[in-house]
């Protein structure tokens, strides 16, 4: 059985990826202990709120050096709402203007739509040979989130559309990210998370 360690650094709904990631077939620990993030097998960084708000709750526990060394390691890594936004270069949000980690490109704005936000199920476009996406390419996931960031010309980069479009997951070597919430997408939310674990 894999270990996941779901990071706490003050921002995310722990408990229901820690119930998801243990239906998905890991064994999984909540813990903001870095060593322990940076032994496990995969390493989930949850986050709700402001981008603001979770990036100093990383900095502040050192948990940015944890992942950029998972990464060099190549251990995989899944960032999950403002846990993925916030591995982008940086995110303007409230009128603020805060740096990201920068561990994918480009930024996080508000969407450009009628209706914000973009509250509820939609489907996705998933990037060609997508592992995450395996089985589960016609589904819809569901996403609560005000901003995002807006696709780019690479492998690995999987969109969806609300007024305009926009990142809904990338697959960049270790890293993953998804915008939407997989631990609350029912079946197709899980398949997804038992396609990650089967990468570790």
Not at 60 to 87: H, K, N, S, Y
Not at 125 to 153: I, K, T
């Amino acid at each position: 059985m894999k270990r996941v360690v779901v990071l706490d650094y003050g921002s995310g709904n722990l408990r229901s990826a820690e119930r998801a990631m243990a239906r998905a077939g890991a064994d999984v620990t909540v813990t903001d202990d870095l060593e322990l993030a940076l032994a496990a097998d995969g390493l989930v960084v949850p986050g709700v709120g402001a981008y603001a708000a979770c990036v100093a709750g990383l900095l502040a526990l050192g948990g940015d050096a944890t992942i950029r060394e998972r990464l060099r390691l190549e251990r995989p890594v899944l960032g999950i709402c403002v846990g993925a936004q916030i591995m982008f270069g940086y995110g303007d949000e409230h009128g603020t203007h805060t740096e990201g980690l920068g561990l994918l490109p480009g930024g996080v704005t508000r969407l450009k739509a009628p209706v914000v936000p973009h509250m509820g199920w939609s489907p996705v476009a998933a990037a060609p040979g997508s592992v995450l996406f395996d089985g589960v390419e016609d589904e819809r996931f569901y996403f609560v989130h005000s901003y995002a960031a807006r696709p780019w010309d690479a492998p690995g980069v999987t969109t969806a559309a609300h007024g305009e479009e926009f990142v809904a997951a990338v697959e960049a070597g270790a890293l993953s990210v998804t915008q939407f919430h997989p631990e609350k997408s029912g079946d197709a939310g899980a398949r997804l998370l038992r396609n990650w674990v089967a990468t570790l």
